[in-house]
């Protein structure tokens, strides 16, 4: 990491920093403060806000977890956020992604083109939509007319807000991991990246 992470457990100079650290620890439990959090720690506020709003992506939408891990894992391989990668890849294989689907995800090259191809061996039609949303959003920002409508077409209002929303998040993570290099992954690719 490009700054030292915070010891732990994480000193408090304040009772508002020690209920920081103390709602993060929450959220991570039964697992220790994470290399991520041990960076964002050096600004508490920031890590309260980021732990709030991560912890409702993750844990408060209505989305599948084979959705939810296949988006974060594609914006993980988009920004090559390795780190990323290495925590949601195998969340997203527990959610029933099949190997030739996790295969697909962790391809370099940009998806946006491919959509309207068939689906790919081991994936659903959904799984694949969503993989190309991520792809295209976390590429180019804007997102095709053709890619929406195919999004649309098998998710709610709701489940369309809740994966823009987590590819939205999860560029943001990968943006702060990638630059502070947190868990010394920079570089590495999706096959070293455990």
Request: with cysteine; net charge negative; charged share 20%.
């Amino acid at each position: 990491m490009r700054l030292p992470y915070v010891a732990n457990p994480p000193p408090t100079a304040s009772v508002s920093e020690a209920a920081i650290v103390s709602r993060i620890t929450a959220r991570r439990a039964p697992r220790p403060l994470q290399p991520l959090d041990l960076a964002l720690l050096h600004a508490p506020a920031v890590a309260d806000g980021w732990n709030s709003f991560l912890g409702a992506v993750r844990t408060q939408t209505s989305l599948a977890a084979d959705v939810r891990e296949l988006a974060i894992s594609r914006v993980a391989v988009a920004n090559r956020a390795w780190y990323e990668w290495a925590h949601h890849a195998p969340l997203a294989v527990a959610g029933g992604v099949a190997a030739a689907g996790m295969d697909v995800a962790k391809r370099p090259e940009a998806l946006d083109l491919l959509l309207e191809t068939r689906t790919p061996e081991g994936l659903t039609e959904a799984q694949w939509v969503v993989l190309c949303f991520a792809d295209e959003m976390t590429r180019n920002v804007e997102v095709r007319g053709g890619t929406f409508a195919r999004l649309k077409a098998l998710f709610s209002d709701k489940e369309v807000v809740e994966i823009t929303a987590t590819v939205a998040c999860y560029n943001c993570v990968s943006r702060f991991l990638v630059a502070l290099d947190v868990g010394e992954k920079n570089g590495l690719g999706p096959d070293t990246a455990h």
